[in-house]
Nanobody, 120 residues
């Protein structure tokens, strides 16, 4: 099992910045991918940014150039720096960790979610 604890989020005006942090505990040494997803009201959860253990990253097109993900494998943390925020970035943001399950697939673990609200 892996436990993910998020911090950060809140209310910000358009054009502002926020920083989300996520700390993993438990079987954190087994995490292969760690990152952030978000879910806006009435929409499906979507990938925002993820980082592999080797620090390769993948971003949603809508956040490229504005958001930066960074991962510290030694501390089992991942940080999402969000700049130039837009009202459409408003959502609940979830930390995610993926761990191989020994069956050729990965299990997903989720944080409790943190609200990000961007006012226009």
């Amino acid at each position: 099992q892996v436990q993910l604890v998020e911090s950060g989020g809140g209310l910000v005006q358009a054009g502002g910045s926020l920083r989300l942090s996520c700390a993993a505990s438990g079987r954190s040494f087994s995490i292969v991918v760690m990152g952030w997803y978000r879910q806006a009201p009435g929409k499906q959860r979507e990938l925002v940014a993820v980082s592999t253990r080797g620090s390769s990253t993948n971003y949603a097109g809508s956040v490229k150039g504005r958001f930066t993900i960074s991962r510290d494998n030694a501390k089992n943390t991942v940080v999402l720096q969000m700049n130039s925020l837009k009202p459409e970035d408003t959502a609940v943001y979830y930390c995610n960790a993926k761990i191989p399950n020994g069956l050729g697939a990965v299990d997903d673990y989720w944080g409790q979610g943190t609200q990000v609200t961007v006012s226009s």
